[in-house]
């Protein structure tokens, strides 16, 4: 099993639909979890940190399942400009939270 | 702004050319990455320092050889590379395992 897993997609939406993107990880003492978006031919961007008790940012919901080991994204009322790759990110604890572990990313297109 | 520069943003180097790419943050990270990213392809580790220590090196050719002078600057001195190196090469810097991308050198070897 990867270390890090994600539906590639690609996902179409039309806008003002609400998707929604799960990442799968195989190390249970992985500690602390990110989203970051990348847009075309553009460098990745912290999106939003992903708490245990699950935190929101607007239209944006993060979410985290540590008994089956996924996190999720939750968009609602999706604009054009929300078009990007959505990446997770997943790191250990303590002196080793150096390890980045990025899942390849699920790509998103919003259509009008 | 994110707070790491890289330099150069573009970059065309032929295969016997000897040049190096910059990057510099200043967020007071501990540690520093090198990404490769080929066209509509995954981000690929490169390097990872800790500590200004190399703690990742993932079976990177050696005609990449990165340097990292102290804990805000890092270098990826580049020679003799082939056409297929070219790419976006994306410096990170993070701390507690928030990064922080710099904007990328795009690199055409020729």
């Known amino acids: 099993r990867k270390e890090v897993e994600q539906d590639p997609g690609p996902f179409n939406v039309p806008e003002g639909a609400t998707v929604a993107f799960n990442c799968t990880y195989s190390?249970?003492?992985?500690?602390?979890f990110f989203w970051y978006r990348q847009d075309c031919r553009k460098e990745p961007k912290l999106l939003m940190s992903v708490y245990s008790s699950g935190n929101e940012d607007g239209r944006f919901t993060a979410q985290l399942n540590r008994a089956s080991q996924y996190i999720s994204l939750l968009i609602r009322d999706s604009k054009l400009s929300d078009s990007a790759t959505y990446l997770c990110v997943v790191t250990p604890s303590g002196g080793s939270n150096y390890k980045l572990t990025f899942g390849k990313g699920t790509l998103l297109t919003v259509n009008p | 702004e994110t707070g790491v520069t890289q330099t150069p943003r573009h970059l065309v180097m032929g295969m016997t050319n000897k040049k190096s790419l910059k990057c510099e943050q200043h967020?007071?990270?501990?540690?520093m990455y090198w990404y490769k990213q080929s066209a509509k392809k995954p981000l690929e580790l490169m390097f990872v320092?800790?500590?200004?220590?190399?703690?990742e090196n993932n079976s990177v050719p050696s005609r990449f050889s990165p340097e990292c002078p102290n804990s805000s600057h890092l270098f990826l001195h580049l020679h003799t590379l082939q056409p297929e190196d070219s790419a976006l090469y994306l410096c990170a810097s993070s701390q507690a395992g928030r990064a922080f991308f710099g904007q990328g050198t795009r690199l055409t070897v020729v």
């Open positions: 320092y800790s500590l200004e220590e190399r703690v």
């Open positions: 190390n249970s003492a992985s500690q602390s």
């Open positions: 967020l007071g990270h501990n540690a």
